[in-house]
């Protein structure tokens, strides 16, 4: 059974930094595709960014050149750095995992998601 765990949530202001991280239980994280997403309330769950199980990333529009995902293989975990944060970036923070490599930016495509971690940006 894979499990993931976000941390790293919170209330900041508009132009604060967050970083938020997603432990990855069981031995098949170094081959997964990983992705965050995000929702807000009364909206669908949007894609972030996604980071393949060997090189390679992509970034939602909205996201780009602000926000970083990176993975540490030997820790089991995916991080999301996020810099200069907006008012439009305050949701709910899921990580899911897609053993398939099918380096997707739809929610469909994941089989594994964690529980989410609030993020609340105040302007």
């Known amino acids: 059974q894979v499990q993931l765990i976000e941390s790293g949530g919170g209330l900041v202001q508009a132009g604060d930094s967050l970083r938020l991280s997603c432990a990855v239980s069981?031995?098949?994280?170094?081959?997964?595709?990983m992705g965050w997403f995000r929702q807000a309330p009364g909206k669908e769950r949007n894609f972030v960014a996604v980071?393949?199980?060997?090189?390679?990333?992509i970034y939602a529009d909205s996201v780009k050149g602000r926000f970083t995902i990176s993975r540490d293989n030997a820790k089991n975990t995916v991080y999301l750095q996020m810099n200069s944060l907006k008012a439009d970036d305050t949701a709910v923070y899921y990580c899911?995992?897609?053993?398939?490599?099918?380096?997707?930016?739809?929610?469909?495509?994941?089989?594994?998601w964690g529980q989410g971690t609030q993020v609340t940006v105040s302007s």
């Open positions: 980071i393949r199980w060997r090189r390679g990333y």
């Open positions: 069981g031995r098949g994280f170094s081959n997964y595709d």
């Open positions: 899911a995992a897609d053993p398939d490599q099918q380096y997707s930016t739809t929610p469909a495509a994941y089989d594994y």
